[in-house]
């Protein structure tokens, strides 16, 4: 009884602090002009406010001595104690020159977003992981930026335990992504399966927890002339927390409905989330940020009688992630800065089963068959640092990062059949591994009294990458005979080699391969008047193993009326081929209508490549153009924005030659495999689009506000040149068939979007989302066009804060449990859907307990 009256009173005075005083007042520039959409939070608890579009605010705080935070992209944080007072005006700093950031698209240390003259939007980590069912950097992205799209794989070998992820549709690689700024390694992996990405490579933004993100910026631009390769659909930045004397963290758990799971009858794809973040207080001014975060995430299984696959679904990890974020003074106008983390992820992923009575399954072994299980081992490493200062009249940045990715396979639960009975039931395959050293100088400095504002940014690159394929133990890649299997037809074939799922690496598979970059860059923003920029950027690279290329870009914003503006812009860019795509040589196991063939992904320098008349990887290059419009009045805000985008030389991975052909034919069978593959720069591609983004905000009385936001992507893509060689003439469809085509052209639906309404009371909170996802084609292994139609998912989340710093929140992503079109078996992952729109898990029902003391 006794324990029950503490926390009885416990409850009392938590309900108490939660109306313990009521803060109001207005928030401007300074040039006395009202900000909209400032962040407003007291530290420490869940309490938390916006501006609205006349610049004022009301917050409630739970103590006399509450600090509350003012935060606005692109101006200084700004902290004000409550003091027990009613109201409070704010003055925001513009620029982030104290910190050194600018917002990614514009050098310029004195440019907000709203005045950019390129489209950024800003996600808000902490609003987006409090109201949002998603765990991950990748689906938070997917359903708050529609024109970022991400789907996880299966049956795609190493793209189960990474998910691809491209942004307009364009190759997962061709989006550049930068922390704080800085350039971030790759991952080791090159996409060879799965129904994004395929033959590209790209980055693992899942090895960054979510916690220790304050906001992920993101550039719907060309930028390779102001940040180089890979900038050519865009840039996301992410910016990590600088917050002190507050610890916060979210246990998060939740489980898909177990719709056609045999092993299951109600919830599989259980989801467990452990994640903290404090900061400390170093000297004046100074901090260190801490982040940890556990992730857990089992199998799922969309089973059905009539599928090759006896397990379809999700694989099952366990990701443990920390990083850190930090700065120290060293004196009136400089600092010490370093950031980085470490991402450890152990994943298992089913391959395609094998039957009993088959050449690759040994009986005595598994006498019903088996699914063989492909397991790895990632670990990712980063860091950075540097020293950020004034030099003279100029802002100073001296900068190194290191990041490498590392991807180890293992065989389990599997056998090499050639060695029958004798054959472990384990392998270690061997991997690949990325890494990344980046040296940076860059010069910035804003002349206020040239024009209306002029800001001029040079600087220098130097960039080195490393890869390599290390070999697995000889069991899991090698053929032990020929040993002679009878099939049920009578007859006599040779048993396999290499561990069943996914057959190691071998030493002739091994490569160790560098190169080095060189860039120099010129940037300049000029404000001719308070209502017309113009921009203009320049940028040189040489290569070690290509050679040279400039590019360059114009931009420009044009205030035509009170909210109302024009911006434009046009560049040049391009994409070095990754050294994965120079150097990546494999033979894995594919299926083609249940059939297990042997393929052999050929290194671009091969003897198959140059039998075939295909030229050394070059860059890709592309020309991007831009248009849009920004209105913003009182509390509604409008942005759209057309783009068109060319590109040529794309790389891709070609369709399959086999071995029966006339001129590497005889090579495939001195191999032992059915067909090979490579990459090359393929095709040329036109890309058109427009995203449009509307919101209106508001606020009832002093305790109720809300936001609806509608958001959407428009992408049209088309191939405008398939490049081949003349000993290529006749085999077209070999080289890239319709069926890779429609996979490059579906990288993104034809139409995406999202009508969302958050609404905030004192102690409770909504957010119903709707997600639309248009119809698209895909073809499958035996020719058939698989049609999936347009649908729509609904998520919604209840939050309630049973004290200042706590709250809870549940709810359902996909409530109506909708899933793709359902196809045949002959899909790409051998199940009844391809990984499109939504995904194939259903309905996913979660909770939430986060907390900030």
């Not at 009993?356 to 640092?385: E, H, K, M, Q």
């Not at 100073?396 to 056998?415: A, I, K, M, W």
């Not at 120079?582 to 671009?604: E, M, P, Q």
């Not at 060319?646 to 069978?669: C, P």
């Amino acid at each position: 009884m006794k324990q029950l009256t503490t926390l009885f009173c416990f409850l009392l005075t938590g309900a108490g602090l939660l109306a313990q005083g009521l803060l109001k007042g207005i928030v401007t520039d300074e040039r006395g002009e009202a900000l909209a959409g400032v962040t407003i939070y007291e530290r420490g608890t869940s309490n938390g406010a916006v501006s609205l579009w006349d610049g004022s605010y009301a917050i409630r705080y739970s103590r006399q001595d509450a600090v509350i935070v003012f935060s606005y992209t692109g101006y200084a944080l700004e902290e004000v104690k409550a003091d027990g007072r009613t109201e409070v005006n704010v003055t925001l700093r513009e620029g982030l020159i104290i910190e050194g950031l600018e917002i990614v698209g514009s050098r310029s240390l004195n440019r907000t977003v709203t005045q950019s003259p390129v489209p950024v939007d800003i996600i808000d980590i902490r609003q987006v992981t409090t109201t949002q069912g998603q765990l991950d950097v990748n689906q938070l992205l997917q359903y708050a930026a529609p024109s970022f799209n991400a789907n996880r794989q299966t049956g795609a070998d190493g793209a189960d335990h990474t998910d691809p992820a491209t942004l307009r549709g364009l190759g997962p690689d061709q989006t550049l992504v930068l922390v704080n700024g800085k350039r971030r390694h790759q991952s080791g992996l090159i996409n060879i399966y799965g129904t994004r990405g395929r033959g590209n490579t790209g980055t693992d933004l899942n090895a960054i927890p979510a916690a220790a993100i304050e906001r992920i910026e993101i550039l719907r631009d060309g930028a390779s002339a102001q940040y180089g390769s890979d900038a050519i659909a865009g840039v996301i930045n992410i910016v990590l927390k600088e917050s002190v004397d507050e610890f916060s963290g979210n246990i998060n758990v939740g489980a898909h409905l177990a719709q056609d799971n045999p092993e299951r009858s109600a919830f599989d794809g259980e989801n467990v989330q452990l994640n903290g973040n404090y900061g400390f207080r170093i000297g004046q001014g100074g901090f260190i940020n801490l982040t940890t975060d556990y992730w857990y995430r089992g199998h799922t299984n969309r089973f059905d009688p009539s599928l090759y696959r006896r397990q379809f679904g999700d694989a099952k990890g366990a990701n443990f992630g920390t990083y850190f974020n930090a700065s120290v003074p060293i004196g009136p106008k400089a600092s010490v800065y370093a950031f980085g983390g470490l991402n450890s992820r152990k994943t298992d992923a089913y391959a395609w089963s094998r039957d009993a009575g088959s050449a690759r399954n040994v009986d005595a072994l598994y006498p019903n068959g088996f699914d063989p299980i492909i397991a790895s081992d990632i670990t990712d490493r980063s860091w950075s640092a540097g020293v950020r200062g004034a030099l003279g009249e100029w802002n100073t940045d001296f900068n190194y990062s290191f990041g490498s990715n590392r991807f180890h396979y293992y065989g389990r639960e599997t056998v090499n059949s050639s060695l029958e009975e004798r054959s472990p039931t384990e392998f270690d395959d061997g991997g690949f591994q990325l890494q990344q050293q980046v040296t940076t100088l860059d010069f910035t400095r804003f002349f206020k009294s040239w024009l209306s504002g002029v800001n001029l940014a040079y600087g220098l690159e130097h960039r080195t990458e490393n890869y390599q394929i290390f070999a697995g133990e000889e069991g899991s890649w090698k053929t032990y005979g020929p040993v002679p299997f009878i099939t049920t037809d009578g007859d006599t074939v040779a048993r396999p080699g290499g561990a069943q799922g996914f057959p190691g690496f071998a030493p002739s598979n091994e490569v160790n391969e560098s190169r080095t970059n060189l860039a120099a860059y010129f940037d300049s923003e000029l404000d001719f008047s308070p209502g017309f920029t113009l921009g203009a950027a320049l940028r040189f690279e040489n290569y070690s193993d290509f050679g040279s290329t400039l590019n360059g870009k114009l931009a420009a914003r044009l205030r035509i009326a009170d909210g109302l503006a024009l911006r434009a812009s046009a560049s040049t860019g391009f994409r070095a081929p990754s050294l994965a795509q120079l150097h990546f040589n494999s033979i894995y196991t594919d299926f083609v209508s249940g059939v297990a063939v042997d393929k052999f992904l050929a290194k671009n320098n091969s003897p198959i490549t140059r039998e075939l008349g295909i030229e050394p990887l070059k860059e890709e290059t592309s020309v991007n153009y831009g248009a849009g419009i920004t209105f913003s009045r009182n509390a509604f805000s409008l942005t759209a924005d057309f783009y068109h985008i060319e590109i040529e030389n794309r790389i891709v991975l070609t369709g399959d030659f086999y071995n029966d052909d006339d001129q590497i034919g005889a090579i495939l069978q001195a191999l032992q495999v059915g067909s090979a593959r490579f990459f090359a720069n393929a095709i040329n591609t036109t890309t058109n689009g427009l995203d449009i983004i509307a919101s209106l905000s508001g606020r009832i009385g002093d305790d109720q506000r809300y936001a609806l936001t509608l958001a959407g992507n428009w992408n049209d893509m088309s191939i405008d040149r398939v490049n081949t060689s003349r000993p290529l003439i006749g085999k077209e469809d070999s080289y890239l068939s319709n069926r890779e085509k429609l996979f490059i052209l579906a990288s993104a639906p034809p139409l995406k979007g999202n009508l969302s309404f958050d609404y905030r009371a004192r102690r409770w909170g909504a957010n119903l989302r709707l997600t639309y996802f248009a119809a698209l084609e895909l073809e499958d292994y035996v020719g058939q066009i698989d049609k999936y139609d347009a649908r729509t998912t609904v998520d919604l989340s209840l939050s309630f804060d049973f004290l200042p710093n706590l709250r809870w929140t549940i709810g359902g992503a996909n409530l109506l449990n909708t899933y793709p079109t359902k196809q045949d078996q002959e899909t790409e992952g051998g199940g009844l859907y391809d990984s499109v729109q939504m995904g194939f898990n259903g309905t996913f029902l979660f909770s939430r307990l986060g907390f900030r003391f």
